[in-house]
């Protein structure tokens, strides 16, 4: 028997992604619903600011217990920016808008997402910008601007909160394009972290100046959704997208966003008992295949 026969074969490796991109788009999806019972019970802003700085406490924290700092003062201030950008822009807005939408239609317009880094990852990032893929992101956007038409004409959402909303979707574009960019390196987990000290610091005294903190009502369900917004939304969440970012480039990792209309919309009749109808679901179908035409490898060339 020969050496190359007797040596047991090598394990392949299991593959993560999969399993990172599902947990992904479960945690951000329900995020919404979240978000949604949080400020009926909080002022928004006060929310966020309590979220975010506990979880940059946590993270940071942890951190500096284990002595495992590996961030420049460069990358830190970098992921200070996109804080800013992808946490208190972002959600500030969107919580603002959540106050006069639904759950649903708050993710839905969120998840256009996809088209416009697309766009902007072809012109600033040189990520190329193939028949295939710009096939996938028309389809999707189509199915999205389907649902968000019959939700506008049957009269469930305003049009202020979807302003709202659609001032905290160019937010996570700027960020994801910035984070392109700018390139920090160094762990994400710490920047994560930064990210979240710093929108937690910039809101703060907007927050104190401009909401009531008397309207506060504690209840197990705010104390709830407030609990998964910090450990799995601002922390778990957030480093799945980043770390999606850093593998799958811009345009693939936001096409995941695509599937968080049916999914945000399921957890939204599930958890809140929104109504969900069948020309709603029509829309999902060409979502759908169009992730499946971004996300999908190119052949190879022989």
């Known amino acids: 028997m020969s050496l190359a026969t ?9 593959n993560t992604l999969p399993l990172a991109i599902g947990l992904f788009c479960l945690l951000w999806s ?9 400020v009926t019970h909080c002022p928004p802003l006060i929310l966020l600011a309590a979220r975010f700085s506990l979880a940059g406490i946590l993270i940071l924290g942890a951190t500096i217990v284990r002595g495992d700092w590996s961030l420049s003062w460069r990358d830190a201030a970098i992921f200070a920016v996109l804080g800013i950008a992808n946490n208190a822009l972002y959600l500030g807005l969107g919580y603002t808008g959540l106050q006069s939408v639904s759950a649903g239609l708050g993710g ?8 416009f880094t697309a766009a902007l990852a072809a ?10 893929k710009a096939s996938g992101l028309l389809l999707g956007i189509i199915g999205v601007t389907l649902i968000v038409w019959h939700r506008l004409s049957v009269g469930t959402d305003s049009l202020h909160g979807i302003l709202f909303t659609l001032a905290s979707l160019a937010s996570i574009v700027a960020g994801t394009i910035l984070f392109k960019l700018l390139a920090p390196k160094g762990s ?3 920047g994560n972290g930064v990210q979240n000290l710093a929108a937690g610091i910039v809101l703060t005294p907007v927050a104190l100046t401009f909401a009531d903190v008397h309207a506060i009502d504690v209840t197990p369900s705010l104390i709830g959704a407030f609990g998964f917004l ?8 957030y480093w799945l997208w980043f770390h999606l970012l850093k593998v799958c480039g811009a345009t693939a990792a936001s096409a995941y966003h695509f599937l968080m209309p049916p999914l945000g919309m399921l957890f939204a009749f599930l958890v809140l008992g929104e109504h969900v109808e069948a020309r709603d679901l029509l829309g999902i179908i060409p979502v759908a295949l169009g992730i499946y035409l ?5 052949k190879a060339v022989a």
């Open 6 to 14: 007797s040596l047991p074969a090598p394990r392949s490796r299991f």
């Open 30 to 38: 329900y995020a919404f619903v979240a978000g949604k019972i949080g």
């Open 108 to 115: 839905l317009i969120v998840s256009a997402n996809p088209v």
């Open 123 to 132: 012109l600033l990032l040189s990520e190329g910008m193939t028949w295939r």
């Open 188 to 190: 994400l987990w710490i």
């Open 230 to 237: 910090v450990l799995g939304g601002s922390i778990l969440a």
């Open 294 to 298: 971004v996300t999908r490898p190119a």
